[in-house]
């Protein structure tokens, strides 16, 4: 008994290792083809990086009550980030702009300031460029000279607080400033009041690819891009759209600096010498361009 069926019994064992052994193979194989990480290299190369830029942040008193985008024909961009500071959004979009070498310009809510003066404090460390985006964020249309004022003093004195530094500009909330108090805030504060000509929608979150492609495929020379570092999505969706603005060209200053960005000191031939080709970079371009210090 025992005899005959110690046979069957190695057979049966045999077939069981057979079997383990082609499904661990499978599982080897599965395991190859179905390697969704994978990312060609050029892909995940080093970020690319915005030149060092040297033009004056000095914008002339007379340069004009709202701006939605600068007079530059060179590929000079500003990219804004509002409503933060945020604990955690704001300094991880900081290490995105200093890993490409990018000056941006933010327009804090100043009850946010007085909670995150040490993430302002950053902002101005490494460059960039602080606007005044109010205090409770609301649709200043609405409210009173005074209650504007108040706004806008209230929001100047935490960032002055935190980081020791005057806002220069000032950013209405949902773009809604009448013309007559553009005009006064002007003459008070010496704010010009800056709007976008680029809006990619962020905030309500269309997914990140939305938001890269609007940017990239909508900005021109001299245009002012509006996006939220108070949403994650949108801080997830800048590594490629920044490297994306880089790749067609363009340069990244601050607010100020475009302003100050005069278009007859930067890209129009000498009236006396009409014969002579004068490069104009246009957004697709990829050639360098030099940078131009403004007087
Ligand atoms: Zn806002």
New binding site residues.
């Given amino acids: 008994m025992i005899n005959y069926r110690q046979p069957l019994l190695l057979i049966a064992l045999s077939a069981l290792v057979a079997l383990v052994g082609c499904s661990a193979k499978d599982k080897d194989k599965k395991k190859t083809t179905s390697n969704s990480d994978y990312r060609t290299p050029s892909l995940r190369g080093p970020s690319m990086r915005n030149p060092d830029i040297a033009l004056s942040a000095n914008f002339p008193g007379n340069v004009g009550v709202s701006h939605s985008r600068g007079r530059t024909t060179m590929p000079y961009i500003a990219m804004t980030y ?2 933060g500071p945020h604990p955690q959004n704001t300094p991880r979009l900081l290490d995105m702009l200093r890993e490409r070498n990018i000056k941006a310009t933010f ?1 804090v ?1 100043g009850r946010s300031v007085n909670m995150y003066p040490h993430i302002v404090r950053r902002i101005v460390a490494e460059g960039h460029e602080i606007g005044n ?2 205090w409770t ?1 609301r649709k200043l249309t609405a409210l009173s000279d005074a209650s504007v004022r108040w706004e806008m003093d209230k929001t100047r004195d935490a960032i002055i607080a935190a980081c020791g530094v005057k806002p220069r500009t000032m ?1 209405p ?2 773009g809604a400033l009448r013309q007559s108090q553009r005009a006064w805030i002007y003459k008070d504060y010496g704010y010009p009041t800056i709007l976008w000509n680029v809006d990619p929608e962020d905030w309500k979150r269309p997914g990140l690819s939305v938001v890269t492609s609007r940017i990239v495929n909508n900005t021109r020379n001299g245009s002012i891009v509006l996006a ?1 570092d ?1 949403h994650k999505p949108t801080v997830d969706a800048m590594p490629a759209t920044l490297d994306g603005l880089l790749r067609k060209g363009f340069k990244f200053v601050t607010v100020s600096q475009l302003l100050a960005l005069n278009p007859s000191t930067t890209a129009t031939p000498p009236a006396a010498k009409p014969a002579v080709p004068v490069f104009t970079p246009v957004p697709n371009s990829v050639t360098p361009v030099s940078t131009v210090v403004a007087p």
Wanted: aromatic content about 16%.
């Fill in positions: 509002d409503d327009y809510i985006h109010t964020h950013r909330p949902y939220h108070l």
